[in-house]
């Protein structure tokens, strides 16, 4: 269950304080947590409020949050997930 929100969520951060990058990777570090707690309300909230957020970022801004999230993964591997 937990992986489907994460999935979520990194497909809408790819489609978040500074820029969008940061903004997304923000938004990394409060789902991860989310889930490692077990909070599930809170990734259900999170994942809403990052599919409302993308939908006002324009193409480069999608683009900028993409890489910041590709980072992130990187940097955090996904063995949470």
Do not use: H, Q, R
């Not at 489907?4 to 903004?23: E, I, S």
């Not at 909230?45 to 409302?52: A, D, G, R, T, Y």
């Amino acid at each position: 269950m937990k992986k489907l929100f994460v999935l979520m969520a990194a497909c809408a951060l790819f489609a978040a304080c500074g820029g969008p990058g940061d903004k997304a990777v923000d938004y990394m570090e409060e789902m991860k947590e989310a889930i490692e707690n077990k909070d599930y309300k809170k990734v259900e909230k999170l994942s809403k409020e990052i599919e409302e957020w993308e939908k006002t970022l324009s193409d480069e801004e999608k683009k900028e949050a993409e890489k910041a999230v590709e980072k992130w993964v990187k940097e955090n591997g996904g063995d949470w997930m």
